[in-house]
């Protein structure tokens, strides 16, 4: 896999969010996806390793990923020319430009946004530090992204999106199960430093849009219903050192 000094290298949440891709890849062959997009690519573990996920039965998938960081985007062409994955690529922020035309077609959406609480003045900024700021609790980045997963999704689509803790993950339920998402864990890894949540939201079209207080005990719920799924738990490992 290529490497740029100023482009993140897949770490815990890159790992957790492929773990989460493998524990549902029966659901995402069953899915076939016309087109699978990754917002924040980064090096391009992420989508190379859904491409790999669809392998052979994912023939005729189209893959695109953006990056606000032109680095990023550079070294996801390489990743995925590596692993011989065609792949259309985008220097933009979260998806500009891209609306109209993706709208309603992304059938697989993976996001490892920046999610780390910091001063609103370092999110968005050149370089390797838009990787991980968040901006207040985190949320400045994933907020905007909701509403536009919300536009590019398509009536099956489905949005794999990495949380931690302090981003309120139950909160980011709620907001979605207002636009008609249902959600789920599927996974949850805790390490030294982090409590990761890697949340899969699809369109539920027996939730009633704006409907009052169902989200907190549908988040609980969801959670519960998947504790087995919280053996893939892996504790900090120091072959997994970022
Ligand atoms: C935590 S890293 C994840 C990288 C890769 N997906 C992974 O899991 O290893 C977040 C990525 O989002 C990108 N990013 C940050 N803000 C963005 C924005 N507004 N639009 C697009 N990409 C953004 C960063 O440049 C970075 O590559």
Redesign the pocket.
Known sequence: MSSHQE??E??D??FA?VDALLADRNNLLEHHPSLCM??????G??ITSLALILGQEGYGVNYIA????PH?VEVTRKTMVAHGVGVELVVT??AAGLEERLAGLVDVMVV???YVPTPEDEV?VEGIT???AGGENGRS?IDKILPVADRLLSEKGWLYMVTLTANNPSEICQQMRKKGYGSKIVVQRSTEEESLHIIKFWRDFDIEKDEPNQSASGFIGSLLTHIPLFSLWRGTNSDNKC
């Open positions: 482009v993140y897949p770490c949440d890159s969010l990754e917002i924040g690519c980064g090096s573990y992420v953006t990056d606000i960081n990023a922020d979260i490892n946004p920046p968005g838009s990787s991980w980045v």
